[in-house]
């Protein structure tokens, strides 16, 4: 399957600051990458879609302004976390999709946050 | 409203047998399903997918059957290996890339 990279896999930073995740496709060009969260023994819920060029949708209860989205070019998108919390810590993921029209979305290998 | 459930958080199998792992959804307008293989720290490694204009799918040792009346999916393994063990999420989305995930099922085949 295609490769999405994300970096970097584990992050600890102070309570405050931000935290700048990326998120890319190494071998084809996404047209779209989502932001995913994943908290301890839940579901991946979806935060928001981010498509090149434009500005993200966020899912309904996220924060726009606290998850800064950006996804400059076809193969990177970038999640910031702004002014972090110790409740933002968290395994963040992104996936990628927009190869050749299959319906499958690639995962990279997801971010650990915490915030301390 | 979780739109997408799976309602065992567990599942042990022998090593051999068959792993079954059920997903129930409850939004008519999905139309392709997808199942994924998780384990802890790591991004969602795609198994398999069906659209739902079919009603099974078959890759290897992955089957995945759709019961569009009953809104139900489910994952077939077999045999089950040791190597299979991870947590199975599985996945929905109507006419978009935008998946509603499920809340996972834990397989642990025993060796």
């Known amino acids: 399957g295609a490769v999405v990279s994300q970096h970097p896999s584990w992050v600890i930073c102070k309570s405050g600051t931000s935290v700048k995740i990326e998120c890319r496709s190494l071998d084809f060009q996404a047209t779209t990458m989502f932001w995913y969260r994943q908290f301890p023994k839940q579901s991946l819920m979806l935060m928001a879609t981010?498509?090149?060029?434009?500005?993200?949708?966020?899912e309904q209860g996220v924060e726009k302004d606290k998850f800064l989205i950006n996804h400059a070019s076809l193969t990177l998108s970038t999640l910031t976390v702004t002014s972090a919390h110790p409740e933002d810590s968290s395994f963040y993921i992104c996936s990628a999709s927009g190869q050749g029209g299959v319906r499958v979305a690639f995962f990279g290998q997801g971010t650990r946050l915490t915030v301390v | 409203d979780q739109q997408v459930k799976q309602n065992s958080p567990s599942l042990s199998v022998q090593e051999g047998r068959i792993s079954i792992l059920n997903c129930d959804y409850t939004n008519s307008m999905f139309d392709y399903f997808l199942w994924y293989k998780k384990y802890p720290a790591e991004g969602p490694t795609f198994l398999i997918s069906i659209s739902s204009i079919k009603d099974k799918n078959e890759d290897g040792r992955f089957t995945v059957f759709l019961n569009k009346s009953a809104k139900h999916l489910s994952l077939h393994i077999v045999p089950s290996q040791p190597g299979d063990s991870a947590v199975y999420f599985c996945a929905a989305a109507s006419g978009t890339y935008k998946y509603i995930f499920g809340t996972g099922t834990r397989l642990k085949v025993l060796a």
């Open positions: 981010s498509n090149e060029g434009s500005k993200a949708t966020y």
